[in-house]
T-cell receptor, first 113, second 110 residues
Framework: DGGITQSPKYLFRKEGQNVTLSCEQN?????MYWYRQDPGQGLRLIYY???????QKGDIAEGYSVSREKKESFPLTVTSAQKNPTAFYLC????????????FGSGTRLTVV | DAKTTQPPSMDCAEGRAANLPCNHS???????VYWYRQIHSQGPQYIIH???NNETNEMASLIITEDRKSSTLILPHATLRDTAVYYC???????????FGGGTRVLVKP
């Protein structure tokens, strides 16, 4: 079945460490997105990529970095510069040719200890 | 993208229809109305979208007013599994990044 896989589901990080969240899709979608969600809040856009080897900052990109070397993969690195990284992270993909909605992964819950 | 306004929460009786309103008074002509829902600790799930006409699928119906300034998502026979946060989003057809507001927290009660 086609879909988006995020791993790991739970991740613990020590303060000052970088950590990379994985997002893989086999939907052949060009566009991919990373969102952050804090408890009781909506989703906020971190980074997005509409094509391989290209990506743009979203609303809250500071302290994060991404790469898009392959169509299927859009990893997110949470760097030590991110002051409050504990959150639920969601990856999504989208095919503009269909226009019937974004597909989301099941999320990664990151906790800084 | 246009901003949307939704009530923060609402309750619904199991088996009854749930009508979820959304205001999007600044919507522009080429922007679609999307609805997603998010069950606790999961990724959002696409429900339905529309431009001008009312739409129906196996999950829900979407009623868009003639002036397109508001819409209503209808869950015809709510079940306990429909308990979730429902997001109304307005976005251009080019697949621009979605902006999620606070949504409506729907609690379906037995």
């Amino acid at each position: 079945d086609g879909g988006i896989t995020q791993s790991p589901k739970y991740l613990f990080r020590k303060e000052g460490q970088n950590v990379t969240l994985s997002c893989e899709q086999n939907l052949n979608h060009d566009a991919m997105y990373w969102y952050r969600q804090d408890p009781g809040q909506g989703l906020r856009l971190i980074y997005y990529s509409q094509i391989v080897n290209d990506f743009q900052k979203g609303d809250i990109a500071e302290g994060y970095s991404v790469s898009r070397e392959k169509k299927e993969s859009f990893p997110l690195t949470v760097t030590s510069a991110q002051k409050n990284p504990t959150a639920f992270y969601l990856c999504a993909s989208y095919d503009p040719g269909h226009n019937w909605g974004y597909t989301f992964g099941s999320g990664t819950r990151l906790t800084v200890v | 993208d246009a901003k949307t306004t939704q009530p923060p929460s609402m309750d619904c009786a199991e088996g009854r229809a749930a009508n979820l309103p959304c205001n999007h008074s600044t919507i522009s002509g080429n922007e679609y109305v999307y609805w997603y829902r998010q069950i606790h600790s999961q990724g959002p799930q696409y429900i339905i979208h529309g431009l001008k006409n009312n739409e129906t699928n196996e999950m829900a119906s979407l009623i868009i007013t003639e002036d397109r300034k508001s819409s209503t998502l209808i869950l015809p026979h709510a079940t306990l599994r429909d308990t979730a946060v429902y997001y109304c989003i307005v976005s251009g057809a080019a697949g621009n990044k979605l902006t999620f507001g606070g949504g409506t927290r729907v609690l379906v009660k037995p």
